[in-house]
Every structure is written in C-alpha cells, then in structure tokens.
C-alpha cells in the first residue's frame, strides 16, 4: 500500500502497551496510524496491536515504529504497512546514527554471511528467517528526522535527549532533512506536553517535500487547529486516543 502522504492531515499514535480503548472503532476516521511507544513495548504487543487495528479499519495504513531491535519481525513486517525508523536529531549517536548504520551493514552484507549474525536494529527474529526478510525490511524504511523536545517524555529518555531545540535549531533540522537528508518525515515531537505552534511555524518554512508531523498533548479541536494552521501537514494524537476516545474524535479534522 502506498501512503498518500499529502493527504494525511489526522494521524494516531497507538501505544502497543496500553490497552485500546474501550470503543476503539473511532480510529476508522484518522488518516493514517502509527503503532510504537517508549516503554514496555514487545514485538507480540507491537503485532497484536497492528492485527487488531486492521480487523477494526482494514484499509488504514498503518505503521510500525520500533526503538529497539527486538520489536521487529518478520510477521510485524508483514502486518504492517511499513516500518517508520526515527533518526533524532537531539538524541545521542546511537539514536541518529548508530542503529541506521549496522542495519544496513546487516544488509549490505552477502546473503551466505548473513545467516548466524544479528541485526542490531531489527534482531534475531528477523535475520533468523533469512535474507528476505531483510531485504523486504529494507525496502519498506521510512526514515523520520525527528527533534523531541519535552525532555521529561519518555521518547527522550530512550533516544538520549538531554537537550531541546531552539526554534532557529528546529527550522535547521528541518531543512537539512528536506535538503541534505532527504527523509520523508520531519517530527517535532513533544510526546506527553502540548508546545504550541512555534516549532512547527519555524520547520514548515523550510519544508516543501518532506512531510512535517508535529505530535504531543494535542487533546481539542483548538490545539489541533492551531497547530495545522501553523504549517504542519498533520498532526499525531497519542494518550487522548487511549485516555478519552470522545475528545480524540474532536481532534480529528472535518473532511474538506
Ligand atoms: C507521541 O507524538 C505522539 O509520540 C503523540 O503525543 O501522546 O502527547 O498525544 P501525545
């Protein structure tokens, strides 16, 4: 499934340890979502929660976003529509450099050296089934510039964030990304806090192609709004869809 990412306005974050809620069907109406969290996620979680996602909205894409090797396998490669790797600008070297490059040593590698060895990314549950899986994952990164800015979220505590950006560093992660990086996603991500729209204001001046997610303690319509008129493409619901499903609809922007 190809992702229209331009007509994204409404993405949800599913956390794979917590629990749906109770009427999870409300999830039908946002445009694309993301399965990942920061703390206790598995790859039986992370594959439990894609299946249930597609048995509620089978033509939802829907996302994996792992940070750690062991989430990933074969089977949630295969559930999900893709696997969406951060890259953190202000997290420490493993979480922007690190990780990319032993995966993709892992691939560059001859498929007869592959078998035995492990992908620091991915795990031995991927390289276990052999060089296809690794190849199939290759294929279906999607590579996110990420900057996290609530320093006291639990996304920054696993990406080694000790430090949040300006907004003059923000909108220089931003254009490196469309420019010099060329990933598809550029995330302000202030998991568990609302930040307002200062950060998105100053990265969409330099974003054209690159997509710009802004998530975090978005939990009304307003916020939403806000942040939408401030530049983002779209923006991520995470706890509102978990907490309070009624709100979490509220977010989710009228059709135009
Ligand atoms: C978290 O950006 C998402 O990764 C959403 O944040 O949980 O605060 O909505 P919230």
């Known amino acids: 499934m190809d992702i229209a990412w331009h007509d994204i306005r409404h993405v949800t974050k599913v956390d794979p340890a917590k629990p749906l809620p109770a009427n999870p069907g409300v999830i ?27 048995d509620i909205a089978p033509d939802l894409p829907v996302l994996q976003e792992p940070y750690s090797a062991t989430q990933v396998s074969t089977d949630t490669i295969d559930a999900a529509t893709a696997i969406a790797v951060p890259a953190v600008y202000n997290g420490d070297r493993t979480n922007f450099v690190g990780k990319h490059l032993d995966l993709f040593t892992e691939v560059a590698r001859k498929p007869d ?5 492990t992908v620091p990314l991915v795990g031995d549950l991927v390289t276990s089934k052999g060089v296809d899986a690794v190849a199939e ?12 800015q609530h320093l006291d979220s639990a996304a920054a505590t696993v990406s ?6 300006t907004p003059a560093q923000v909108a220089g992660a931003a254009l490196a ?12 991500e202030y998991s568990g806090t609302y930040g307002g729209p200062e950060d998105v204001a100053s990265a969409a001046r330099y974003l054209d192609e690159t997509v710009l997610l802004y998530g975090g303690g978005i939990d009304t319509r307003e916020k939403a ?14 706890d509102c869809f978990h907490d309070d499903p009624g709100t979490y609809r509220e977010t989710i922007p009228p059709q135009s």
Request: aromatic share 10%; net charge negative; hydrophobic share 45%.
């Open 160 to 165: 080694g964030v000790e430090t949040a950006y």
């Open 225 to 238: 709004t806000t942040i939408l008129e401030a530049g983002a493409d779209a923006i991520v619901v995470g």
């Open 177 to 188: 990304t469309e420019t010099f990086y060329d990933f598809p996603i550029f995330y302000v």
């Open 28 to 54: 039908a109406d946002t445009d694309l979502v993301i399965v990942g969290g920061s703390d206790d996620v598995t790859e039986a979680n992370t594959l439990e929660t894609i299946r249930a996602i597609d």
């Open 113 to 117: 050296e592959l078998t035995g060895s």
């Open 137 to 148: 994952l290759a294929t279906n990164l999607i590579a996110e510039g990420y900057v996290i």
